[in-house]
């Protein structure tokens, strides 16, 4: 059928990996029943771990990353589509241990294939990406749990990072009150994006061992976990509502029962890669419509497969800002 362009990483002693673009056949792509010319991916946090040798991400090399991608089906045996559909594919094992966005063609089963909804375009669909559709869980869980605006503070951890930033502007869109904590000392493009208030993330933990702290927070999206998340949970006030779907700061959180058994504080886990099909077309569909916010173009820089390297640099030395689309057409 052809070749086409990949970034592969590669092994090259044990626990040295290398990284480039290179050519491959189409027929060594695995086994699917959708075959997907791949426009735009985008670069997420588990991307720059899978391409730095994480073994807790992805176990076998070489490999491709990219839990993102959308694009035009080029090939299905399956009748819910056809070549030509406009598509996007996130989540389950792209980009893991199956390989992923960053090239020019996935073939991936059809179980994991969305169609684009109405309103956004593969583009716009790549600057959300997991982060966006991660964000849309976090928001429409808060709503579901009785969030409501013009009724308490929310508070976004991670605020600079992709769900962070994206969060940020879709609770402003929803007419939400919010609070965004950030180590970068960023407050105009947080405040661009709707936020009321900036915090700084060394100003914001205190008083460890104390088990609850004066009630602020009526729901929150933490991207970041360990003591943030421990700090944002001591915070939040009776019957509030705690999403918790990242840990760059850490996995370990210390605390007692009493936020949860003294104001009935829920903290929910967010999972982005194996919900049902029916949960994404569901939040791909609000992302579209409910959920779409006017700064998204602000959010987003774009790069190549070429430069996808020194990206992954800057993601692992928390540099980045926003969200980065990776173009392939």
């Not at 993102?68 to 090939?75: K, L, N």
Request: glycine content about 12%; proline content about 4%; some cysteine.
């Amino acid at each position: 059928m052809g070749f086409y362009r990949s970034f592969v990483v590669r092994e090259q002693n044990k626990g040295e990996f290398s990284r480039s673009v290179e050519e491959k056949d189409i027929q060594e792509l695995p086994a699917g029943e959708v075959l997907v010319r791949v426009h735009y991916s985008s670069l997420n946090y588990k991307d720059a771990l899978s391409a730095s040798g994480n073994r807790g991400v992805t176990r076998r090399y070489p490999h491709t990353p990219g839990i993102d991608a959308a694009g035009v089906v080029e090939g299905s045996t399956v009748s819910a589509f056809q070549a030509g559909d406009q598509v996007i594919v996130s989540g389950y094992d792209l980009g893991m241990s199956h390989p992923g966005g960053f090239a020019e063609y996935v073939r991936v089963p059809a179980a994991w294939v969305v169609r684009l909804p109405q309103g956004l375009s593969l583009q716009q669909s790549m600057m959300l990406g997991t982060a966006g559709f991660t964000a849309g869980r976090c928001v429409e869980m808060l709503l579901r749990q009785g969030c409501v605006p013009g009724e308490g503070d929310i508070l976004v951890t991670g605020a600079t990072g992709g769900v962070g930033s994206i969060s940020v502007a879709i609770l402003a869109k929803l007419g939400f009150a919010v609070t965004a904590l950030t180590g970068k000392n960023e407050p105009a493009f947080l405040l661009n994006l709707g936020a009321r208030a900036v915090l700084a993330r060394g100003e914001f933990v205190r008083a460890p061992k104390k088990m609850l702290l004066p009630e602020r927070w009526a729901g929150v999206v933490d991207t970041v976990g360990g003591q943030y998340l421990e700090t944002a949970i001591k915070e939040t006030r009776y019957d509030g509502v705690v999403t918790s779907c990242g840990n760059a700061a850490s996995g370990d959180l210390a605390l007692t029962v009493y936020p949860f058994i003294i104001r009935g504080v829920r903290l929910i886990g967010i999972d982005s890669a194996r919900c049902p099909l029916s949960v994404r077309e569901r939040i791909w569909q609000l992302l579209a419509t409910e959920y779409k916010f006017s700064q998204l173009d602000h959010l987003v820089s774009v790069i190549t497969l070429e430069e996808l390297d020194e990206a992954i640099q800057r993601m692992l030395a928390g540099s980045l800002q926003g969200r980065m689309l990776v173009r392939l057409i």
